[in-house]
Nanobody
Framework: QVQLVESGGGPVQAGGSLRLSCATS????????MGWFRQAPGKEREFVAA????????RYADSVKGRFTISRDNAKNTLLLQMDSLKLEDTAVYYC?????????????????WGQGTQVTVSS
């Protein structure tokens, strides 16, 4: 079974940095397209970044380009999201997601597996 567990969230001042981690079950990590999504209160879950290792493809939401970096530690089956220059509007619960094979997608409905989420709160 595919299991995803996020960690690394917490409070941070605007302009600061956080690194989120998503630990995954072993065996098929490199064959999955992996993504990060976020959801603020009263809003729909929205795309942040995604990566397909097999396709060597990475995509970012316009709102985080140049500030966030998605990466993988394949040896540890872990997905990472380095978040720099954080803004108040980055406050949300951040979710790790996965889909078996397939292309990089920004659509929530294309991802079958989800973690429990980790809260990121940015303050001024």
């Amino acid at each position: 079974q595919v299991q995803l567990v996020e960690s690394g969230g917490g409070p941070v001042q605007a302009g600061g940095s956080l690194r989120l981690s998503c630990a995954t079950s072993k065996g098929t990590f490199s064959t999955f397209t992996m993504g990060w999504f976020r959801q603020a209160p009263g809003k729909e879950r929205e795309f942040v970044a995604a990566n397909s290792w097999l396709a060597s493809s990475t995509r970012y939401a316009d709102s985080v380009k140049g500030r966030f970096t998605i990466s993988r530690d394949n040896a540890k089956n872990t997905l990472l999201l380095q978040m720099d220059s954080l803004k108040l509007e980055d406050t949300a619960v951040y979710y790790c997601a996965a889909r078996r094979q397939g292309d990089v997608s920004l659509r929530v409905e294309d991802y079958k597996y989800w973690g429990q989420g980790t809260q990121v709160t940015v303050s001024s």
